[in-house]
């Protein structure tokens, strides 16, 4: 890892994001729409209202859920 980037887990797997990285972004770069997805950083939910706002810090532990309709 250099210093340019920040280690983190996303669902579960190691991964490295820029120092930085908003909730936003990170689900940019996971979804192919924001719709239906639910975010949680370290075991809280983040309201989407704070998405741009929430920084993805060093080590930590990002959970994001998409909603799937159907049966």
Known sequence: MSDDEVAVIVNGQPQQVAPGTTVAALVRGLTRSPRGVAVALDR???????????VVGEGANVEVVTAVSGG
């Open 44 to 54: 809280e939910v983040v309201p989407r209202s704070s998405w741009d706002e929430v």
